[in-house]
């Protein structure tokens, strides 16, 4: 069965529209725009939670994020567009990608960050909290 990717994380640098990187910076400013993020630093890497559950990593040195995201979508991905994502792992019912940074868009990269919080967060929270413009700062 093949799957594709849905339209709205299809990278619009195929597309030659614009340059497609995300800094640090406006990687910070988009988890600033969900709710209840929590940001904890390891030796080599920071994770983010909502609610003590884990929905995403990133890697300073690689410029890279995980993130939780159904494993359908995982693969759909990963499948469309390997110089962008790669399969982190699967762990409980859920896929995990790697976002190379340098190769996607920031409006593509907050649809995918809502996504893996939505997938954590809370059920009362997540309506409190719908993806809008807003969230994308």
């Not at 359908?72 to 110089?83: K, N, Y």
Request: overall charge positive.
């Amino acid at each position: 069965m093949s799957r594709t990717v849905p339209a709205r994380y299809r990278s619009r640098r195929r597309q030659g529209e614009r340059q497609v990187t995300v800094t640090v910076r406006k990687l910070e400013r988009l988890l600033g725009g969900l709710a209840e993020v929590e940001r904890s630093e390891a030796r080599d890497y920071s994770s983010f939670s909502v609610r003590g559950k884990r929905f995403g990593y990133f890697w300073p040195r690689t410029r890279t994020v995980g993130l939780k995201q159904e494993i359908s979508e995982q693969l759909a991905l990963v499948a469309e567009r390997p110089d962008v994502f790669e399969v982190q792992f699967t762990a409980g019912g859920f896929g995990w990608v790697v976002v190379y940074l340098d190769k996607i868009e920031a409006d593509e990269l907050a649809e995918l960050l809502y996504e893996a919080w939505r997938l954590s967060a809370p059920e009362e929270l997540v309506a409190e909290t719908p993806f809008t413009r807003t969230a994308r700062a």
